[in-house]
């Protein structure tokens, strides 16, 4: 997987803590009730949903809190703010990873300018340390 830092470069990238795929460009796998390719699920299916969180807890992608909450057998551990330099978000769009800091400075996505759904600002308690 190859993600793009803010000023353009790519990083390509190995494991859950630093970000992809392991870098053979296939798709990441998103777990959940998910209806489309782009990340979108049951409980948020509009044009804007289409960012999934790779959950702090077990390293996997869900496009929710409510997905995570339906299919995992274990409680959600919140991403701590030491962490926020993690490769913990993925646009549904193009398949780049950005860290949360990344994420939560931008309304779009910085490689296909994919606009994020602004709501889900709301949630950040349920996913990130404040």
């Known amino acids: 997987m190859t993600s793009h830092d803010e000023d353009g470069t790519s990083?390509?990238?190995a494991d859950g803590r630093d970000g992809g795929d392991g870098g053979d460009?296939?798709?990441?796998p998103v777990l959940g009730a998910t209806v489309d390719d782009q990340t979108r699920c049951?409980?948020?299916?509009g044009?804007?949903?289409?960012?999934?969180?790779?959950?702090?807890c077990c390293l996997e992608f869900y496009p929710c809190f409510r997905c995570h909450t339906d299919a995992a057998d274990h409680a959600v551990s919140v991403w701590?703010?030491?962490?926020?330099?993690t490769h913990a978000l993925l646009c549904g769009?193009?398949?780049t990873t950005?860290?949360?800091?990344e994420y939560q400075s931008t309304d779009a996505c910085p490689?296909?300018?994919t606009a994020f759904n602004p709501g889900c600002s709301l949630h950040y308690p349920l996913y990130f340390e404040s």
């Open 11 to 13: 990083e390509s990238v």
């Open 25 to 28: 460009g296939a798709s990441i």
């Open 42 to 45: 049951v409980h948020y299916r």
């Open 47 to 56: 044009p804007l949903d289409v960012v999934a969180i790779r959950f702090h």
């Open 80 to 85: 701590p703010r030491d962490e926020f330099d």
């Open 93 to 95: 769009a193009c398949q």
């Open 98 to 101: 950005l860290t949360i800091t």
């Open 111 to 113: 490689a296909c300018g």
